[in-house]
T-cell receptor
Framework: DAGVIQSPRHEVTEMGQEVTLRCKPISGHNSLFWYRQTMMRGLELLIYFNNNVPIDDSGMPEDRFSAKMPNASFSTLKIQPSEPRDSAVYFC??????????????FGPGTRLTVT | GQQLNQSPQSMFIQEGEDVSMNCTSSSIFNTWLWYKQDPGEGPVLLIALYKAGELTSNGRLTAQFGITRKDSFLNISASIPSDVGIYFCAGQLVAGGTSYGKLTFGQGTILTVHP
């Protein structure tokens, strides 16, 4: 079975450029999560969706960050304009949530972003 | 908000030794999860715990959900070099409807195993 798919795996860009990260969740999952990981701050939840609807974006650091989920099989995280302090590994994770039942979250391999 | 304290931050052990790490929370959780992250990869789920007091094993891994619902530990027995990585605990709270699966993560434990 295919897991969570992220692209690109690595991205190097110059400050000021727009960056778009992509995620395909596990088929059948209805919740999708975007995380950022750095040495200093660990794993931070940026935003999550349920049934393609953004539920909580309080973790998005600034207005430069935006995320969309146009359908159940695709999500994007966009940074515009990018800054060096955005350099991090960005993970996408998905889960199947049904009422009060608790389901595990599965992570993609991550996108390593370097902004110079 | 909820805070998870994971300890130790790092461990250096000899192959064959047992390992123990734990997480404590300022508030209760309904679920505790333990993940392992290899270099350059995403976290991979190791064990999920759903009931207070539950003790679950997965091969050489054993994890327990604390009776107070505010803590969990993970033990690795007879460590081997491929156990190297970062181990994360994560808690999930479902209250008043659904949490939509939101997890709160610990800071991670970096494990180094010397052959």
């Amino acid at each position: 079975d295919a897991g969570v798919i992220q692209s690109p795996r690595h991205e190097v860009t110059e400050m000021g450029q727009e960056v778009t990260l992509r995620c395909k969740p596990i088929s059948g999952h209805n919740s999708l999560f975007w995380y950022r990981q750095t040495m200093m701050r660990g794993l931070e939840l940026l935003i999550y969706f349920n049934n393609n609807v953004p539920i909580d974006d309080s973790g998005m650091p600034e207005d430069r960050f935006s995320a969309k989920m146009p359908n159940a099989s695709f999500s994007t995280l966009k940074i515009q304009p990018s800054e060096p302090r955005d350099s991090a590994v960005y993970f996408c994770a998905s889960s199947l949530i049904m009422g009060l039942a608790i389901h595990e979250q599965y992570f993609g391999p991550g996108t390593r972003l370097t902004v110079t | 908000g909820q805070q998870l304290n994971q300890s130790p931050q790092s461990m250096f052990i000899q192959e064959g030794e047992d390992v123990s790490m734990n997480c404590t929370s300022s508030s209760i959780f309904n679920t505790w999860l333990w993940y392992k992250q290899d270099p350059g990869e995403g976290p991979v789920l190791l064990i999920a715990l759903y009931k207070a007091g539950e003790l679950t094993s997965n091969g050489r891994l054993t994890a327990q959900f604390g009776i107070t619902r505010k803590d969990s530990f993970l033990n690795i027995s007879a460590s081997i070099p491929s156990d190297v990585g970062i181990y994360f605990c994560a808690g999930q709270l479902v209250a008043g409807g659904t949490s939509y699966g939101k997890l709160t993560f610990g800071q991670g434990t970096i494990l180094t195993v010397h052959p």
